[in-house]
């Protein structure tokens, strides 16, 4: 009897040691989900995708970025193909969890190991994130952006999920000059409130005991090109001017302020714009000239302070209020208002997005004559960037790109944070 009773305790032991291995293979592969190893040290990996920033042991995920910066044929073949087969996960709750121990993921992202010289010290700039989706690809931005003398305003979108607010705000609760706007708006496409969520941050930034020098603006499918020290560089020989585009509107354009827009469902995509009435609007008031521009800014503190006191600022923003996507207005005219600070003047040719360096955009119907192919793929007229435009992109002189969609090509992102912390680590060797 005791024998019998001995041989079933063990069974029953071996059968626990079996359940408890087995729940330890699943847990490592849960972590597998987040971790990948990269030469000796662990690298977080948001999305889960299996290979590292350039070398892998497992040569089925060996991307090596500088041969495809480099454009050697085998290699971007090799990426465009691998792109079709990696498995890309978005989910918030990853992020969450990722945010859920501060130390850890603050040492684990090397957000406490940012390099920056005196140069950069000494010139501290601002951020205004608005953003509603896709915590991994945020943080992304985030660390790619992030510099410990800077400050990180984040707006994100009532409407977001609640998986996405938390991460959010463990962003900011984790990271000490990163912070969550203090007004949200309920952010509509080409809307009021997509303007307004900018302001938000700007009033807020205003306040700030960072002294920034300038103030630049990003959404959630943007990423810089441009290291800070190339950045702090390059808004130095600015002057205090403030770059951002600003042409005179076509025909087209102005009925986007010539009538009223109501705020209406629609059947597809966006579910609510501002559709045009009948009703005609009035002239813009203290006889302000029209241009336009884009969403997309870098401004400098002295017309940011300015802008928010100017009484012509404020019945302008009033004025814009049922006009169709006033983002794309509001800036590009204001910057042209005599006497605001560095003000671009009415007689100066248009600024079109080839000369301001804001933010790289690639039509469809310009490629092949102003811009090479899209290597990722389109939506609404608008490139999603590909791997074999690592080059391109980095070379071409803009501060920052649009759009980029780790569900399109997570390579193509791997390899530009690869380059930016290249840069970083030269800043640091170089002080």
């Known amino acids: 009897m005791k024998i019998r009773c001995a041989f079933y305790k063990h069974r029953l032991g071996h059968r626990f040691f079996l359940f408890s291995l087995s729940l330890l293979a699943v847990c490592l592969l849960k972590l597998v989900y987040l971790k990948v190893t990269v030469r000796d040290s662990i690298y977080i990996e ?38 079709q087969k990696v498995s890309v996960d978005v989910d918030d709750d990853s992020t969450v969890s990722l945010t859920s121990d501060c130390q850890t993921f603050l040492t684990t992202r090397g957000y406490n190991e940012v390099p920056a010289s005196d140069a950069e010290r000494s010139f501290p700039l601002a951020y205004s ?25 984040i707006h994100y979108d009532q409407k977001s999920s609640p998986a996405f607010v938390r991460a959010m705000r463990n962003l900011a609760h984790c990271i000490q000059n990163v912070f969550i706007a203090s007004k949200l708006e309920s952010v509509e496409y080409a809307h009021i409130s ?39 560089m390059e808004l130095k020989q600015l002057n205090g001017s403030n770059m951002l585009e600003s042409s005179r509107p076509s025909e087209l354009k102005m009925q986007r302020f010539s009538f009223r827009h109501e705020l209406k469902n629609v059947p597809y995509e966006y579910h609510r714009i501002p559709v045009k009435t009948k009703v005609a609007k009035d002239v813009p008031p203290h006889g302000i000239e029209m241009y336009i521009g884009s969403a997309y800014f870098v401004l400098s503190w002295e017309f ?6 100017s009484q012509v600022a404020k019945d302008f923003l009033s004025w814009s209020a049922d006009t169709y996507s006033p983002d794309e207005h509001f800036w590009a005219t204001l910057v042209r208002v005599p006497g605001v600070p560095g003000q671009i003047s009415r007689s100066e040719r248009d ?43 980095l070379n071409y002189g803009h501060w ?32």
């Open 194 to 232: 997509r303007l307004n969520a900018d302001l938000n941050c700007l009033s807020d930034l205003l306040i700030s005991k960072v002294k920034w020098k300038y103030v630049i603006n990003l959404c959630g499918q943007d990423f810089p090109l441009k290291s800070n020290y190339e950045l702090v």
């Open 351 to 393: 600024v079109t997005d080839l000369k301001s360096k804001t933010r790289l955009v690639k039509w469809n119907y310009l490629e092949g004559n102003l811009y090479p192919a899209c290597t990722g793929t389109h939506r609404r007229s608008v490139c999603i960037y590909g791997v074999a435009e690592l080059r391109w992109l």
């Open 400 to 431: 920052f790109a649009n759009k980029f969609d780790p569900k399109v090509d997570p390579i193509l992102i791997k390899c530009l944070e690869e380059k930016l912390m290249e840069k970083r680590q030269y800043v640091q060797t170089c002080n």
């Open 129 to 153: 994130l608005v953003v509603h989706k896709n915590a991994p690809m945020v943080e992304r931005i985030l660390r790619a952006i992030y510099s410990p003398h800077n400050i990180y305003c």
């Open 304 to 309: 940011v302070n300015h802008i928010s006191s």
């Open 46 to 83: 948001p999305y889960g995708i299996t290979f590292g920033l350039s070398r892998i042991h497992d040569h089925r995920h060996d991307i090596n970025c500088t041969a495809i910066y480099e454009l050697d044929p085998v290699e971007i073949g090799k990426a465009l193909e691998m792109r």
